[in-house]
């Protein structure tokens, strides 16, 4: 079992920043394969970022490259998100899980086994 608690979230206006963390416990964190997604208020959790168990590979959506960048801190035992240029589109709960499936990219969130509960990053234009 793995526990994972989001934080950072909170309101920025358009073009601003934010660093979201999200802190892992109760297993190895670096047995999991971490990844990173979004839900809109009426619309489906979409996949934002995912990140391997070294770090050494990233894959993200088309929506947030070049702007967003996911790192991870294994003795820490804890994932971030980066995001940068924020627009009023990227306003959604923003959700960590965490899986073991082989498979890389994972960008489905059937992949992932375990999930945080959220933190609502809000951008107005």
């Known amino acids: 079992q793995v526990q994972l608690v989001e934080s950072g979230g909170g309101w920025v206006q358009a073009g601003g920043s934010l660093r979201l963390s999200c802190a892992a416990s109760?297993?190895?964190?670096?047995?999991?394969?971490m990844g990173w997604f979004r839900q809109a208020p009426g619309k489906e959790r979409d996949f934002v970022a995912t990140?391997?168990?070294?770090?050494?590979?990233?894959y993200y959506a088309d929506s947030v490259k070049g702007r967003f960048t996911i790192s991870r801190d294994n003795a820490k035992n804890t994932v971030y998100l980066g995001m940068n240029s924020l627009k009023p589109e990227d306003t959604a709960g923003y959700y960590c899980?965490?899986?073991?499936?082989?498979?890389?990219?994972?960008?489905?969130?059937?992949?992932?086994?375990?999930w945080g509960q959220g933190t609502q990053v809000t951008v107005s234009s």
């Open positions: 899980a965490a899986g073991t499936r082989a498979r890389f990219p994972a960008v489905g969130d059937w992949e992932y086994d375990y």
């Open positions: 109760g297993h190895t964190f670096s047995n999991y394969r």
């Open positions: 990140i391997n168990y070294s770090g050494g590979r990233t």
